[in-house]
Nanobody, 120 residues
Framework: QVQLVESGGGLVQAGGSLRLSCAASGRTHYAMGWFRQAPGKEREFVGAISWSGGSTHYGDSVKGRFSISRDNAKNTVYLQMNSLKPEDTAVYYC???????????????WGKGTLVTVSS
């Protein structure tokens, strides 16, 4: 099993940046994904990164603005968010899973989330 803890959320103005972290413990040899859920909306795929870090994939709404990286020596995955918009406001969750081809498939390992609020 793997345990996941997100951090780095907060309040930021539109156009600003934030970097979220996801610290993993236990079994950590997974691809990792980031998801978000805004109030009243379904959970949305943000992006994912392979175990090696050599492959990343992003949801259409964040392409070109967000990037994912990982430091396996620290068992930590990062979500760098730039050019933030009010519609990026959500609770952000990390997830452990794998890839089938280019499609990220999450397993039922989730952190508790970290809140990102983007003011206009």
């Amino acid at each position: 099993q793997v345990q996941l803890v997100e951090s780095g959320g907060g309040l930021v103005q539109a156009g600003g940046s934030l970097r979220l972290s996801c610290a993993a413990s236990g079994r950590t040899h997974y691809a990792m994904g980031w998801f978000r859920q805004a109030p009243g909306k379904e959970r949305e795929f943000v992006g994912a990164i392979s175990w090696s870090g050599g492959s990343t994939h992003y949801g259409d709404s964040v392409k070109g603005r967000f990037s994912i990286s990982r430091d396996n020596a620290k068992n930590t995955v990062y979500l760098q968010m730039n050019s933030l918009k009010p519609e990026d406001t959500a609770v952000y969750y990390c997830n452990a899973g794998g890839f089938i081809g280019e499609r990220y498939v999450g397993q039922n390992y989730w952190g508790k989330g970290t809140l990102v609020t983007v003011s206009s």
